[in-house]
C-alpha cells in the first residue's frame, strides 16, 4: 500500500518561502505576469505533494476540487465584467455618478460611501455585486472631488463586506451558520456585537479624514465631470431603473449570476434607447466594454471598462489561485497548519485567535471565502466544545477570520476582484479597510478579554449542548 504523510510545520515554512521567492522574482524582478508565477507554483506544490507520497491523480483532483470551489464567484465575474461595459455603455452608471455628484456632499463623501455600499450589500447580500454597482459609482464620485482612489475604494469595500458578513442573503453568512451548527439568526445577532462597534467607529473615522481635505478645487472638478457627463449621456431618473431593479431582484433572495446578467441586457437596452448606441456596439459592449472620448482625462479611463474581455486575465488567476489552494489541501498543508493551531488554543485568548488565523491561512492558501471558512469551524470547533463556549461565538470568529480578510490577500477571488473592478491595487486599498481591521480587532479584543455575551454552554461527547441550570 501507497504511503503518505502529512508535512511538517518546518517543510511547510519552507514551502511558502519558496512560493514567495517565485511570485516576487517572476512578477518583481523578471516583469513576468502573476499568471505564469502561479503556474510554477503548481508545480513545486505538485512535486512537494510527490515528496510525501502522493500520486499525480490525487494532486490532479486536488486541483480539480479547489476550482470547483470558486467557480460561482469565477461565473460572477463574467457576469460582473458585462454588466459593467453595458451599464457605461447604457448611461446607468454616468448617471449614478452624475446624481452623486449634484446631491453629495464631498466633506461628508466618505462616510456616504461607506453607508450606501452597506446598505447595498446588506440589501442583496453579495460584496461582488455591491462593488460591481454601487462601488464603481463610488469610485466615479469620489474621483470627481479629488479624493485619493484607494481611500475611496477602502470606505466602498468596507461597506460592501458589512453585508457579505451580516445579510441572511450572503452565501457566506449562510454557509458558516450551517458549517458551525447554529440558527442563522442566531449567528447574525452575536457578529452584532462584533459588527455594529465596527461600524459605527469606521463611520467616525472616515468622517474626521474626509472633513480633513481641502474640498474647494473638488467642487470644481466635480462640476467638470458633472458637464462631460452631461454632454456624452442622457440625464434623467428613468436611466437609474436597471440599477434598482438588479437591487430589488437580489433583495428577494434570487440567485446572483441570473440577476446580474439580466442587469447587463437591461444595460444593453438602455444604450439603444437613450444613448443611440446600434444593436451590435450595444452588444459588443458586453463583451468588449464601454468607449467614449471626453477631454475630461480621470472620466475616459473610469468610464472606458468593463467587458467580459476585462476579465479574462483576473479569471485565469483566479483559477489558478484557487488551484494552487486546491493542491495545499490535498497534500495536507491546511490540515498540518491547523492542527497545530488546534493543540496550541488552550486558552480564550489563543482559542479566537488560533479560528480567526484559520481563516487567514484558508483565504492565503486557499484563495476563496469558501476555504476559509471550512478550514476554520471544522478545524477549531471542538476546542469550543472542550472549552464549554457557544459556537455562536465559532460562527462570528470564523466570519472575522474568513469572510472579512478575503479582500485583505492580493491572489484571492476578493482581491483580485476588488482590485480588478474598482481599479486600485489591493495593498493601496489595504491600509483603508477599516471596518476590516476594526472587526479583528475588536474579535481579538472579545477573546482575550474573555468577553463572549453568552453563558457557558457544555457538549456532550457528540458536540450536542446540554441545557442550561436555572442558576
Known amino acids: 500500500m501507497h504511503k503518505t504523510r502529512l508535512p511538517s510545520l518546518t517543510e511547510?515554512?519552507?514551502?511558502?518561502?519558496?512560493?514567495?521567492?517565485?511570485?516576487?522574482?517572476?512578477?518583481?524582478?523578471?516583469?513576468?505576469?502573476?499568471?505564469?508565477?502561479?503556474?510554477?507554483?503548481?508545480?513545486?506544490?505538485?512535486?512537494?505533494?510527490?515528496?510525501?507520497?502522493?500520486?499525480?491523480h490525487h494532486l490532479q483532483k486536488g486541483v480539480i476540487a479547489g476550482?470547483?470551489?470558486?467557480?460561482?464567484?469565477?461565473?460572477?465575474?463574467?457576469?460582473?465584467?458585462?454588466?459593467?461595459?453595458?451599464?457605461?455603455?447604457?448611461?446607468?452608471?454616468?448617471?449614478?455618478?452624475?446624481?452623486?455628484?449634484?446631491?453629495?456632499?464631498?466633506?461628508?463623501?466618505?462616510?456616504?460611501?461607506?453607508?450606501?455600499?452597506?446598505?447595498?450589500?446588506?440589501?442583496?447580500?453579495?460584496?461582488?455585486?455591491?462593488?460591481?454597482?454601487?462601488?464603481?459609482?463610488?469610485?466615479?464620485?469620489?474621483?470627481g472631488f479629488d479624493l485619493p482612489p484607494a481611500l475611496v475604494a477602502g470606505?466602498?469595500?468596507?461597506?460592501?463586506?458589512?453585508?457579505?458578513?451580516?445579510?441572511?442573503?450572503?452565501?457566506?453568512?449562510?454557509?458558516?451558520?450551517?458549517?458551525?451548527?447554529?440558527?442563522?439568526?442566531?449567528?447574525?445577532?452575536?457578529?452584532?456585537?462584533?459588527?455594529?462597534?465596527?461600524?459605527?467607529?469606521a463611520c467616525i473615522a472616515f468622517l474626521l479624514v474626509g472633513l480633513g481635505f481641502d474640498h474647494d478645487g473638488g467642487t470644481g472638478t466635480a462640476q467638470q465631470v458633472m458637464d462631460a457627463i452631461a454632454v456624452h449621456y442622457t440625464i434623467g431618473w428613468y436611466m437609474l431603473l436597471p440599477a434598482l431593479i438588479v437591487i430589488g431582484l437580489l433583495m428577494m433572495r434570487l440567485p446572483s449570476f441570473p440577476v446580474i446578467c439580466l442587469g447587463a441586457l437591461l444595460g444593453v437596452i438602455w444604450a439603444m434607447l437613450f444613448e443611440q448606441a446600434s444593436l451590435v456596439s450595444a452588444f459588443d459592449s458586453l463583451y468588449n466594454g464601454n468607449f467614449i472620448d471626453t477631454d475630461v482625462e480621470f472620466l475616459q479611463i473610469l468610464l472606458n471598462r468593463g467587458g467580459i474581455t476585462s476579465m479574462l486575465s483576473v479569471i485565469l488567476l483566479v483559477i489558478l489561485a484557487l488551484g494552487l489552494g486546491g493542491l495545499m489541501e490535498s497534500i495536507g498543508v491546511l490540515t498540518a497548519v491547523c492542527n497545530a493551531l488546534q493543540h496550541w488554543a488552550t486558552t480564550t485568548g489563543r482559542l479566537g485567535l488560533s479560528t480567526m488565523l484559520s481563516g487567514i491561512l484558508g483565504n492565503a492558501l486557499g484563495g476563496a471565502a469558501y476555504v476559509s471558512i471550512m478550514t476554520a469551524s471544522t478545524i477549531t470547533s471542538r476546542n469550543y466544545e472542550q472549552m464549554g463556549i457557544d459556537k455562536r461565538v465559532l460562527s462570528r470568529n470564523v466570519e472575522s477570520g474568513g469572510t472579512v480578510t478575503t479582500p485583505m490577500i492580493p491572489w484571492t477571488d476578493g482581491g483580485i476582484f476588488m482590485a480588478t473592478t474598482l481599479g486600485v491595487s489591493t495593498l493601496s486599498y489595504l491600509p483603508f479597510l477599516w471596518y476590516h481591521?476594526?472587526?479583528?480587532?475588536?474579535?481579538?479584543?472579545?477573546?482575550?478579554?474573555?468577553?463572549?455575551?453568552?453563558?457557558?454552554?457544555?457538549?456532550?461527547?457528540?458536540?450536542?449542548?446540554?441545557?442550561?441550570?436555572?442558576?
Open 12 to 56: 511547510i515554512l519552507i514551502l511558502t518561502l519558496l512560493l514567495l521567492a517565485i511570485i516576487f522574482v517572476a512578477v518583481h524582478q523578471l516583469g513576468l505576469p502573476i499568471q505564469l508565477a502561479f503556474i510554477g507554483c503548481w508545480f513545486l506544490v505538485m512535486g512537494f505533494g510527490k515528496y510525501l507520497g502522493y500520486h499525480y
Open 67 to 143: 476550482v470547483t470551489q470558486g467557480m460561482d464567484a469565477i461565473m460572477i465575474l463574467i457576469a460582473v465584467g458585462a454588466l459593467i461595459g453595458s451599464w457605461m455603455a447604457g448611461g446607468i452608471v454616468p448617471n449614478i455618478i452624475y446624481l452623486g455628484l449634484s446631491v453629495m456632499d464631498p466633506a461628508l463623501f466618505l462616510p456616504a460611501a461607506f453607508i450606501i455600499c452597506a446598505i447595498t450589500s446588506l440589501a442583496t447580500g453579495t460584496s461582488f455585486g455591491t462593488a460591481g454597482t454601487a462601488g464603481i459609482a463610488m469610485m466615479g464620485i469620489g474621483a
Open 155 to 201: 470606505a466602498a469595500i468596507s461597506g460592501a463586506y458589512v453585508g457579505d458578513k451580516l445579510s441572511p442573503l450572503s452565501d457566506t453568512t449562510v454557509m458558516t451558520a450551517s458549517m458551525c451548527q447554529v440558527n442563522l439568526i442566531a449567528h447574525i445577532k452575536s457578529m452584532l456585537y462584533v459588527s455594529v462597534p465596527a461600524c459605527i467607529i
Open 437 to 471: 481591521w476594526l472587526v479583528l480587532g475588536i474579535a481579538l479584543l472579545y477573546s482575550y478579554a474573555g468577553w463572549y455575551h453568552f453563558a457557558p454552554v457544555e457538549y456532550d461527547a457528540e458536540g450536542t449542548p446540554q441545557p442550561q441550570s436555572a442558576s
